[in-house]
């Protein structure tokens, strides 16, 4: 069979066969003189270095308007905690008009050499139908591999879908004066299906700094605790309800005891299933809370009983020109509505013109609702070292930035070395 015929038969049949764990078999003949595509690569989350560097019959270019395919890859993570790459090839220029889409998951247990050898071999499938019209088709051969196993997804499933993560970090430091160490654990179960999420997680920090003046050594130690649950159902292709809960103790934000659990709602204006490239969603929560602070706080109370309303929307666009994620949430108390919290969140990555980027990203909150913090005038050392939250009514931080990029298109090669 000619090598024109089974890449004919690779378009016409789509991109959905499996994907398997086996080397890329993918082999080029010795470069002739030839014509190809122009492909720029828009990639969050992979090695464009790789992809350069294993794919070499295509031209890659820095500036997608010089481009006549444009290759979007985004990704999200799985119910089972791997990884959902969506690839679109979209056309330009001779091509304008044709945008195709695959899929690429890969496994949690998969290595990133195991990743990156996938994502490639997608990627190369993808690109085949806008080669046929190119002379460097003839230089492309494709072997076929299968390996006749047993389908994964009819397996029985001895954990019914259960993901169980268990880590822990720490970190230390010293010198003549001062000694540090940070402790830092985390255990989490997640199980996701179509229709359910359901997910606990427990977090564990712990910070001990030291300081030694002549013969005196003091000691400061920052400690919280935190339990996490939810459970959310799909209603449709737009709504989803849950129920969350948690569980503080907490140091620095003066608790003993803090309990919640809250209903909620969120709408999705586009379908769940263009979350990795588009999303609008609001969200109500009604939270129920029950405080037992370790010291009075400053209205005085030991313990309360509190409801609180939360409102969120979220907006968050990936598409070829570029990428844009904001947040609005606002918060405030039944009991008293003046006890509010009202935060705003922005990052973008925007191409101007061609070689132009603008990259911004800040946050501002109007705090009107810090009922934990002690009526105790702080002392030095709880200041400085950050060790009691602070009164405040008001918290920023931002960023902006721009890049510019000229001189040749081309980008081809790779060079590792120094």
């Not at 990795?276 to 010291?295: D, G, H, K, Q």
Request: aromatic letters at 14%; hydrophobic letters at 35%; charged letters at 25%.
């Amino acid at each position: 069979m000619s090598t024109f015929t089974i890449l004919g038969l690779v378009a016409l049949l789509g991109f959905g066969s499996p994907q398997t764990d086996e080397p890329d078999t993918t082999t080029f003949q010795q470069p002739q003189p030839y014509s190809t595509i122009k492909l720029y690569i828009d990639c969050r989350g992979c090695s464009e270095t790789y992809i350069r560097n294993e794919i070499n019959f295509v031209r890659f270019v820095r500036d997608m308007t010089d481009a006549d395919v444009h290759l979007l890859v985004t990704r999200q993570f799985t119910g089972s905690g791997g990884r959902e790459y969506k690839l679109r090839f979209i056309g330009q220029k001779q091509y304008k008009g044709r945008e195709d889409t695959l899929f690429f998951q890969s496994y949690q247990s998969d290595t990133q050499i195991l990743r990156r050898r996938g994502l490639v071999k997608k990627i190369k499938v993808g690109l085949i139908p806008y080669l046929m019209s190119t002379s460097v088709v003839d230089d492309l051969n494709i072997t076929y591999n299968r390996t006749l196993e047993e389908d994964p997804g009819q397996r029985e499933d001895k954990w019914n879908r259960w993901i169980f993560e268990v880590g822990v970090n720490t970190f230390m430091d010293a010198e003549d004066t001062r000694s540090r160490i940070n402790v830092f654990g985390e255990l989490e179960a997640t199980r996701i299906t179509k229709n359910w999420k359901t997910n606990f997680e427990f977090n564990k920090f712990y910070r001990q700094r030291k300081f030694k003046d002549d013969d005196t050594t003091e000691t400061f130690i920052t400690e919280s605790n935190r339990f996490d649950g939810l459970v959310a159902k799909s209603i449709d292709d737009h709504w989803s309800v849950g129920f969350f809960t948690d569980l503080t103790t907490s140091t620095r934000n003066n608790y003993d005891l803090r309990l919640g659990g809250s209903p909620a709602i969120e709408y999705n204006i586009f379908p769940y299933s263009e979350y990795a490239e588009r999303e609008i969603s609001f969200r109500y929560v009604l939270l129920s809370t029950y405080n037992n602070y370790t010291e009075l706080t400053a209205f005085g109370k030991r313990e309360e009983f509190l409801f609180q309303n939360r409102f969120s929307a979220n907006m968050e666009f990936t598409q070829p020109w570029g990428e844009i994620e904001g947040d609005v949430d606002a918060y405030a108390y039944l009991q008293d509505l003046s006890k509010n919290r009202l935060i705003f969140d922005l990052e973008l990555d925007f191409q101007v013109t061609r070689g132009l980027e603008l990259q911004l990203s800040g946050r501002y909150s109007l705090i009107n609702d810090q009922l934990s913090v002690p009526a105790a005038e702080l002392t030095e050392e709880e200041q400085l070292l950050d060790l009691v939250e602070p009164p405040t009514s008001f918290y920023y931080n931002a960023s902006i930035g721009f890049e510019y990029t000229f001189g040749s298109i081309y980008s081809n090669v790779v060079n590792p070395r120094f």
